[in-house]
Structures are given as structure tokens and as C-alpha cells.
Nanobody, 131 residues
Framework: QFKLVETGGGLVQPGGSLTLSCAASGFTLDSYAIGWFRQAPGKGREGVSCIRNSRYSASPNSIRYLYSVKDRFTISRDNTNGTVYLQLNSLKPEDAGVYYC???????????????????WGQGTQVAVST
């Protein structure tokens, strides 16, 4: 059974950091494009970053970021354990929400604009940013 699990959420003060993890059960994510999305209370789901299938990690634009998180968030893969990470730095109150990872088995470049492009979703992990 295909299952994605996000971990690493929590409560931090503005300016703080968190590392979110996205892991799969029963398989690894190497051949999947992975997207990270977030949803704040009362708002729609917003894509923040994506990473292409690991085979194309050296390709231009294999990693993409929403403009408002670029230079603060970093997406990466650990191919030894098949986990995708999203490092959140310099967190702002507007970054708060439930963060989801999503996967699509593809060699195409990744994108984070259209969430229905992804086939599989995790249950989400809560990020709160507050004093």
C-alpha cells in the first residue's frame, strides 16, 4: 500500500527553524517527483516547493520554490533512506499551516502550482509560528 508520512512539524517562534520529512512505506521515493504544499486555516492549499525524480537531480530547475519561501526553505533528498526533506528557516507567522508532501511517479520536471498533478498525499504535519 502506497503511504506517505510527514513528520517534523511543531511550534516555533518567528525566525525559528524546522525540518520536515516525507517518507514512504514499502518503497522509496527516488523515482517520484515530490511536492510540498501547505494549507493555513481558512485558506486554500498552496504549493511551496518541489523536487524532481532523483535521476534528474543534476538537471536545471530540478528544484523549484514559491517565491516567498525561496532563500528560506530548502528541499532535498536522501537517497540512502528514500526520504525527502523540507528545511524551513527564518519562519514567519504567515508560514504556519499544515504541510503536506505529495508524490508523482514521473520523469517530468516537477511543479508545485497544480496539486492535482500529484497522485499520492500524506496526512500532513502542523507548523505553527508564534511568540
Amino acid at each position: 500500500q502506497f503511504k506517505l508520512v510527514e513528520t517534523g512539524g511543531g511550534l516555533v517562534q518567528p525566525g525559528g527553524s524546522l525540518t520536515l520529512s516525507c517518507a514512504a512505506s514499502g518503497f522509496t521515493l527516488d523515482s517520484y517527483a515530490i511536492g510540498w504544499f501547505r494549507q493555513a486555516p481558512g485558506k486554500g492549499r498552496e504549493g511551496v516547493s518541489c523536487i524532481r525524480n532523483s535521476r534528474y537531480s543534476a538537471s536545471p530547475n530540478s528544484i523549484r520554490y514559491l517565491y516567498s519561501v525561496k532563500d528560506r526553505f530548502t528541499i532535498s533528498r536522501d537517497n540512502t533512506n528514500g526520504t525527502v526533506y523540507l528545511q524551513l528557516n527564518s519562519l514567519k507567522p504567515e508560514d504556519a499551516g499544515v504541510y503536506y508532501c505529495a508524490a508523482r511517479h514521473t520523469t517530468e520536471p516537477c511543479q508545485y502550482v497544480f496539486d492535482d498533478w500529484y497522485d499520492h498525499w500524506g496526512q500532513g504535519t502542523q507548523v505553527a509560528v508564534s511568540t
